[in-house]
DNA sequence: TTGTACGCGTTATCAA
DNA sequence: TTGATAACGCGTACAA
């Protein structure tokens, strides 16, 4: 590898001088530059950011933990951030965590050991296992989508309660009085969040929430929404519900497929609204109402954030607003188009 | 931050004797070890990977470039090289190019100068444009999907021209005859393999390929398969086919979208076959019979390969096969069964 | 306008 | 068993 060095001696000048030349400054002759450039070129020189960053104590590096790659959510969430740090000129040190403390813990280690200057948590689940290894950490840390509150750190999150909201409201001013609810549990938080949203926004439109309505299946393998769709609907249809807001989408299309099996048809027996507006949203059938999630700029809104940190400007925790997408699986009650 | 000096300093030993009895160097006295681990300990040293690297020459650092990574088929990929590259003890800058030359440029000349260890580079559509900065790339290439033939680098592939087949005789084994085929012309090089498997497959049956059964539609925006699914089935349906295989998921989507809004019913009028076997195949109504790529596998072998390659291990080209899941989009034509 | 010398944090060589 | 010194590649006070 050609190094400053190198260039130094075939132009016969010192590798200081090469060193100001690259980085275009005044001070150096305009034809010594011209022909330290010319070298620089012709020799294939390709400076070191290893030894730049030893030597300036920053990498322009930003670690992301996330708990999976294969995760629609997470893929949009990466793809804001990837966006912003490359335009920055930062790079993404990028690992998972696979909700496993002794992971996350580790990876944490790893991020720090590398020196990067920042960091962002997504949707840690162990935030208290993993805190110690947090609270260490020099760089600026940025949380998304946590599940642990009160955290001392700057967060980035989605406005859940305020969403689920606008499913419910959106149901109502359908005219449905009887709206289920099918949650998730491995999502403690954003759970109950999303239930707040449905049950305040019930209660606001004078209807007492009953108990029947809310479910939170129990399924076997903790991440089968699709499964969690499928139970959730047959205790629904028990209590008596019209429509069903769904934790997310995946459990939406698990209402959806299960009503296909049973000849319920969506949207005219029953409606249903989802949350998150995967891509499979809006090709199953029928297309699914849902709330988009603001992801993308959840990514790169956490991203800013850090760098804004990195170089000591304040930041705010700040709320990401969402938006209802109105599709076909909701329709007004039977018996009152 | 700790360094080793302070430990030195604060052990009353030189950075030496820290250095050594932090990787366990049997020449240091056991007693002094102890005590320069506990102060370590105490102190929160933590090594500083960027000094280790400027020393060793090796950043135990991968760059992958990727197009997108809102794309299932790249997550899946993206998640089995991550963990690979995380059991090993490596890290992964992760980049994206969306399909833009320049900017794949831009990323690799950025990976050099971070000096990675080893690139991967994923569905390079662009073989051509980036292909001098990987000329002068130093560290080990592996490609992934390439739409570049004859490349000079390791190359890690699926075998479309089998899965195809496979897909094919699924259908002909059930007594089709008159199969249809609905490529994508933006991924031109997986395009022509999957329909040279499905032609070839045809023509092993004693079955003539009629040209209007081979559709290659034209849509708008270059990334929408639902909208080629549309599109390729009222020109499939015109060419009196009694079943399709689609160049991917997205596309048999489309087409079972379409035949859901005509009344037409999958499979006893119309079989589909997918390929891809993305998340929402197991979910659409019917769910989707699909040729499944090994993606995570594909994803740790070009990583193992990189390994491989770092540590001057041989590595030969690799083509992995796919695998044909039955579900329930197709079934024998009419008055066959 | 250019060069010398040092420091960034670590490991390796050689000497004691 | 331990320590002094150099080296990795670069940037920058300070000196010339």
Redesign the interface.
Known sequence: ?ITIKDIARSAGVSHTTVSRALRGDTRIAPDTTERILQLAGDL?Y??????Q??NAQR?FTIGMLVP???D?VV??L??GA??VA?NRGY??????SRNDPAREFS?V??F????VDGVIVTASRSGINCRLALE?L?APLVLIDTEEMHEPHPVVDIDNVGGAGLAVAHLLHMGHRRIGYIGATNRPLTNVRRYTGYAQTLEQAGIKVDPRWVINPEVEKSEDD?ERGRVGLEQCLAAGVTAIFCFNDQIA??V??SC?CKGIAVPQQLSTVGYDDI??A????PPLTTVRQPLKRLGSRAMEMVLALIDNKPVQNEMLGCELVVRASAAPPLGMS
Do not use: K, W
Request: overall charge positive; proline content about 4%.
């Open positions: 590898m294939g390709i400076p070191n950011s290893i030894a960053s030893l990498t999976s790659i294969a629609p893929m949009d990466l793809e990837e966006d490359q790079c993404i040190f990028l690992s998972t990876v280690h790893t720090q050991r590398r020196r260490r020099q699709i299309i698990g959806l497929n296909y891509r499979a809006s090709y199953v059938n």
